[in-house]
């Protein structure tokens, strides 16, 4: 099958490559890297028009969109790995840089390797396949559903690990319908060797986003295992044991279920969609060794961790080029832009969904941090009142700490979260914003790595000099 109809579009990681890759290529990625121009007006209508549907329509239309992109169950056997990572290598132009990522998908580090024009390569991607006749509550059926083709997507693709998630709480509507494969490369495909020696320049420097997060899973297999929930609002012990915020989700959408329900976990392993599989560091370390190259692992906690340090590299990165430092761009999730943040001038900060904990990080950066005059933000629409959401008017706390403009971009509060229209207008709404900077000359590594290594949230660890 063909590589871009196995993975999902909707997905984290596939939007962040093809925004680098765009914006490495000197283009911005209208409707979030999933059409040309011509169909933005008519999607930014659309969606607008979905935004006054009523509650259950919007709602099925939402998941009936992802179940379009979900893989046929039949046709699992015949997605290949190596095909995709040639597909992935394949977006981004032909020239050579001096630094190149390969590791975990995060939105701020998408900024930073914007302003080093550099190349990423993901270490995870996303494959939803298409099932029915599970409640979305119940993440023990789905693995007794699925299993078998789970087991049919590791045997037939051996450099993979397959992190077969459920989110019962974020993603309702979608796992009603389909199922989550998460896959992590555990050995390096032959075509991302062959794009590292193409493209790294001579004693250039292998970069590894080496997010730290684990999650607890299920074992099913020796490269198979079963991740219920995800990072996000709702605590792991909620989502395994219940509590009042799942009782009062349940409630509110009329099921017969008390607690979400997953099989026993027997051991944890890295999360499923922002953790990187450590396994992947032998072939990188050899790679390095064999071509000459530095290598180095950017590690952090948890995917927001280098939010702030990014911001702060970005702030002092426009001071140094004369440039006002006092417009912020709060993004959220697949929504993330770096071609109209330099275009605006504009410093990113990317938090990795709507919830209360990335409320409260965005609060504490601003907190520590002088004020910005310009705050703009994004709000990602998921669908779903679930467990830990912050509402959008808690955001708007946010947008009155700007002390000239603060205002949501491409975003409708009233209607959130089922504000789907805000994958069009999120970028039309940003190339509207006056007062656009000429593009920079790539940012040197050197600069950026010494400015990281004295920041909190992330860690510069050198693998070999």
Not at 75 to 84: C, W
Not at 192 to 209: E, Q
Not at 306 to 320: E, G, I, K, M, T
């Amino acid at each position: 099958m063909r590589p871009h109809k196995a993975v999902a579009g909707f997905d984290s990681a596939t939007t962040m490559l093809r925004a680098l890759a765009s914006y490495n290529a000197g283009r911005d990625v209208p409707l979030t890297g999933e059409g040309p121009g011509a169909l933005e007006g008519a999607a930014d209508l659309l969606a607008g028009a979905a935004n006054h549907a009523p509650r259950w329509l919007k709602e099925r239309v939402y998941a009936a969109a992802g179940w379009a992109e979900a893989v046929p169950r039949k046709r699992v056997g015949e997605i290949d790995s190596d095909a995709l990572a040639s597909w992935i290598a394949g977006h981004y132009p032909d020239r050579q840089s001096e630094v190149a990522f390969v590791g975990s998908t995060n939105g701020a580090l998408t900024h930073l390797a914007a302003a080093l024009e550099a190349p990423w390569l993901p270490q995870t991607l996303l494959i939803p396949v298409r099932r029915f006749g599970v409640p979305p509550e119940d993440g023990a059926a789905d693995l007794r559903e699925m299993r078998a083709t789970g087991e049919e997507l590791v045997r037939a693709n051996p450099d993979w690990r397959l992190h077969h998630m459920h989110d019962p709480n974020q993603d309702r509507l979608m796992v009603a319908g389909m199922c989550y494969f998460r896959v992590k490369w555990l050995r390096l495909p032959e075509a991302y060797r062959r794009f590292l020696r193409s493209r790294l320049a001579p004693g250039g420097t292998l970069v590894v986003p080496d997010c730290a997060m684990r999650w607890p899973t299920t074992r099913v297999s020796d490269r198979y295992v079963f991740q219920h929930g995800g990072f996000g609002g709702a605590e792991p012990e909620e989502l395994r044991h219940g509590g009042e915020r799942v009782r009062e989700f349940l409630r509110a959408y009329g099921s017969d279920y008390t607690r979400f329900v997953g099989p026993e976990p027997d051991g944890d392993s890295p999360e499923a969609e922002w953790g990187f599989a450590p396994e992947l560091m032998d072939d990188l370390r050899a790679l390095a060794e064999e071509e000459g190259w530095t290598l180095r692992r950017l590690r952090y906690a948890e995917p927001e961790s280098p939010s702030p340090a990014v911001a702060d590299l970005y702030r002092d990165w426009y001071r140094r080029r004369g440039l006002s430092p006092d417009r912020l761009l709060v993004e959220s999730f697949m929504l993330v832009e770096p071609y109209w943040a330099l275009r605006t001038g504009s410093v990113p900060f990317w938090t990795v969904f709507n919830k209360e904990p990335s409320l409260r990080n965005l609060e504490e950066y601003l907190d520590r941090v002088s004020d910005y005059e310009e705050i703009r933000l994004a709000l990602f629409s998921h669908g779903v009142e679930s467990v830990g959401l912050a509402r959008a008017q808690e955001w708007a706390r946010v947008l009155d700490r700007a002390t000239k403009v603060g205002s949501f971009v491409g975003t409708d509060p009233s209607v959130f979260p089922r504000d789907f229209a805000v994958l069009a207008r999120f970028h039309r709404e940003l190339t509207r914003v006056r007062g656009r900077q000429p593009m920079p000359p790539p940012m040197r590594w050197s600069e950026a790595a010494a400015f990281l290594a004295e920041a909190d949230g992330v860690e510069v660890l050198k693998e070999r000099d």
